[in-house]
């Protein structure tokens, strides 16, 4: 099982910027897909981006591309998620989660998840 917490939340003004680190730990981490997700008050969880072990595969929504990134530093065990031009409806407790191999859009088929970290854009 991978163990996961992420940090790097908080609060920031329309426009700002955010980068959200996802710390892993666990023997089983290597080759897992790793996908942030965000869940707003009343909505549903959803994936806003992903990227697998090698990094060659990513994965964004289309309301954060060109906005977001995604990248990880599999020496260190963490995955990134560099928030830039944040607007208010990107408000949400943000959550990494793992998977094996592939990206999924279902947050049901992601088997390991951190405890979250809370975004606010003020606008």
């Known amino acids: 099982q991978v163990q996961l917490g992420e940090s790097g939340g908080g609060l920031v003004q329309a426009g700002g910027s955010l980068r959200l680190s996802c710390a892993a730990s666990g023997r089983t981490f290597r080759g897992q897909a790793t996908g942030w997700f965000r869940q707003a008050p009343g909505k549903e969880r959803e994936l806003v981006a992903a990227?697998?072990?090698?990094?060659?595969?990513?994965y964004y929504a289309n309301y954060v591309k060109g906005r977001f990134t995604i990248s990880r530093d599999n020496a260190k065990s963490t995955v990134y998620l560099q928030m830039n031009s944040l607007k208010p409806e990107d408000t949400a407790v943000y959550y990494c989660?793992?998977?094996?191999?592939?990206?999924?859009?279902?947050?049901?088929?992601?088997?390991?998840w951190g405890q979250g970290t809370q975004v606010t854009v003020s606008s």
């Open positions: 990227i697998t072990w090698s990094g060659g595969s990513t």
């Open positions: 989660a793992t998977r094996a191999v592939t990206i999924e859009i279902s947050s049901r088929l992601w088997s390991s």
